[in-house]
């Protein structure tokens, strides 16, 4: 194996990490946001909002890889929405110190969609 070979395998494999890590402080900035502006949405420490961003992105992951849907509300329209609603709710059950109730995730997936167009660079994976 050439060293232009392995150099392109380890640079791709760190982008990757980058890419994920990227990805999960972006989602705990849209959460934290989303929760703060949202009435009934509550996350109560900082380690529950990194887990939920974590639970957030793997759901969301998930989703994408066995659907190909987007998850978000403005990528795939009124189902990226409802996803982008199932998502925020069903976290609560993964993630102690995050509650929401089926409203709150509905103004949450409305406000969480317009922070997130705002927040730059491109999130695929």
């Known amino acids: 194996m050439s060293d232009d070979q392995t150099n392109t395998r380890t640079s791709n494999g760190t ?3 980058w890419q994920i890590v ?3 402080i972006a ?3 849209v ?3 989303t ?3 949202t009435p009934g949405f509550q996350i109560s420490n900082f380690w529950s909002l990194i887990i939920a961003a974590v ?3 793997v759901l969301d992951y998930l989703i994408v890889k066995f659907t190909g849907l987007q998850a978000s509300p403005f990528g795939k329209g009124f189902v990226g929405f409802v996803l982008s609603v199932i998502i925020l709710y069903v ?3 993964f993630v102690a110190g995050y509650s929401i109730s089926w409203l709150s995730a509905i103004i949450g997936a409305l406000i969480y969609g317009v922070i997130d167009y705002f927040i730059p660079g491109e999130q695929e994976m």
């Open 15 to 17: 982008s990757t990490i």
């Open 22 to 24: 990227g990805r999960l």
């Open 27 to 29: 989602a705990a900035v």
């Open 31 to 33: 959460l934290a946001i």
């Open 35 to 37: 929760a703060f502006f």
């Open 55 to 57: 639970v957030l992105t």
């Open 91 to 93: 976290t609560q059950y």
